[in-house]
T-cell receptor, first 113, second 114 residues
């Protein structure tokens, strides 16, 4: 069974600064993936970035990058140049073989002007 | 192209009642999953439907049941509602042959049980 842990219930960041959201995972699968989703107050889960366990390079998507440290079982999300619109809940997740997602408890990010 | 659409957006029910939530997947998607998200928590997987059959199920009681129609749309039914069933219910769709990265979520149905 998979488990995702997000230890930061809430984070503040100044606009235009970078912020790192932590995620640790536990899985017995040899091949696995890690997702990050953004959930604004509207409720929809918005896909941000994905990292496969065998990907040699850390994933990047625009201002989002994933700091993947396999030995530490961590997959931290880095958001560069924070914007006010980045204020939302952020979830780390991993799929099982049937693509059922296991989510962490989330981190609420608040961007200060 | 409409994404995943869920209805209704909000719902208030009384304890003991039954409720039906609906989900229309994104065009081209044939697999639908349902998640329950309690306030302040991450989503929890309920079940997944493909070819009108339940393919995977999370740790939810039999009060939670579902259905998938030939047009791939899906319903989530909850019987004998409890106060603890109050949550945001999210639907996600993807093509069965697609990777998890191709999954799209709807905006959810906020269910309040009083």
């Amino acid at each position: 069974a998979q488990k995702i842990t997000q230890t930061q219930p809430g984070m503040f960041v100044q606009e235009k600064e970078a912020v790192t959201l932590d995620c640790t995972y536990d899985t017995s699968d040899q091949s696995y993936g890690l997702f990050w989703y953004k959930q604004p107050s509207s409720g929809e889960m918005i896909f941000l970035i994905y990292q496969g366990s065998y990907d040699e390079q850390n994933a990047t998507e625009g201002r989002y990058s994933l700091n993947f440290q396999k030995a530490r079982k961590s997959a931290n999300l880095v958001i560069s140049a924070s914007q006010l619109g980045d204020s939302a809940m952020y979830f780390c997740a991993t799929p099982n073989a049937g693509n059922m997602l296991t989510f962490g408890g989330g981190t609420r990010l608040m961007v200060k002007p | 192209d409409a994404g995943v659409t869920q209805s209704p957006t909000h719902l208030i029910k009384t304890r003991g009642q039954q409720v039906t939530l609906r989900c229309s997947p994104k065009s081209g998607h044939d697999t639908v999953s349902w998640y329950q998200q309690a306030l302040g928590q991450g989503p929890q997987f309920i079940f997944q439907y493909y070819e009108e059959e339940e393919r995977q199920r999370g740790n939810f009681p039999d009060r939670f049941s579902g259905h998938q129609f030939p047009n791939y749309s899906s319903e989530l039914n909850v019987n004998a509602l409890l106060l603890g069933d109050s949550a945001l219910y999210l639907c996600a769709s993807r093509p069965v042959t697609g990777a998890s990265t191709e999954a799209f979520f709807g905006q959810g149905t906020r269910l309040t049980v009083v």
